[in-house]
């Protein structure tokens, strides 16, 4: 099956700094999607991209399907953005619509 | 809020006990998805629904079974439990009448088995 990797596994702000999440997929997908887990386990939509660039916000995501990556940007980072980032991805398969999750970044903000 | 509603949050229980865990998805989606998160495994595929009918089935054990009914609400049936079966279960839900499969979570049941 498709593999997700994420880097950095765990990455540690001081608030106002910024930071580059990155998300490496081992074959063509057809969706893509980033997530933040907040610190009471809800898991946030943050965004929809199977390609191009998005923004929303201090947050900005960029896919590059052709080179099976994309990035979650973090600018101007807050306590609150404390929490762990899940990119997951789609490969149809016939009726299958599953999402493959990456193991995540583990964001901590420090005041 | 997504939209998705899950019941119970929290379930603790015994091994050897069976329960059920209740999903409504999100006003007009008509599919719904099961996914696991543990320790030691991360977010893990159970199983997707599309109108009430079994469409893919991941890493979903055999004491697991889930259905979807006609109000498109959905059920996961965990049985003959384990204590590795404590995690966070997630509930999703998609529109594909969309175009798109972008997927909505419910709030999850953390179920804690002793």
């Known amino acids: 099956g498709i593999q997700v990797e994420q880097s950095p596994p765990d990455l540690i702000l001081q608030e106002g700094a910024n930071s580059t999440l990155r998300c490496n997929f081992s074959d063509s997908v057809n969706n893509l999607q980033w997530f933040h887990q907040n610190p009471w386990g809800q898991l946030i939509n943050l965004f929809y991209?199977?390609?191009g660039t998005k923004q929303n916000g201090r947050l900005s995501a960029t896919t590059v399907a052709t080179e099976r990556y994309s990035l979650l940007y973090i600018s101007s980072s807050q306590t609150t953005d404390s929490g762990v980032y899940f990119c997951?991805?789609?490969?149809?398969?016939?009726?299958?619509?599953?999402?493959?999750f990456g193991s995540g970044t583990q964001l901590t903000v420090l005041p | 809020d997504s939209g998705v509603t899950q019941t119970p949050k929290h379930l603790i229980t015994a091994t050897g006990q069976r329960v059920t865990l209740r999903c409504s998805p999100r006003?007009?989606?008509?599919?719904v998805y099961w996914y696991q998160q543990s320790l030691d495994q991360g977010l893990q595929f159970l199983i997707q629904y599309y109108n009430g009918e079994e469409r893919a089935k991941g890493n979903i054990l055999e004491r697991f079974s889930a259905q979807q009914f006609p109000d498109l609400h959905s059920e996961l049936n965990l049985s003959s439990l384990e204590l590795g079966d404590s995690a966070l279960y997630f509930c999703?839900?998609?529109?594909?009448?969309?175009?798109?499969?972008?997927?909505?979570f419910g709030p999850g049941t953390r179920l804690t088995v002793l």
């Open positions: 999703a839900s998609s529109d594909r009448q969309r175009g798109d499969y972008e997927q909505f």
């Open positions: 006003s007009g989606d008509l599919s």
């Open positions: 997951a991805v789609i490969l149809f398969s016939g009726s299958a619509r599953q999402l493959t």
């Open positions: 991209i199977p390609s």
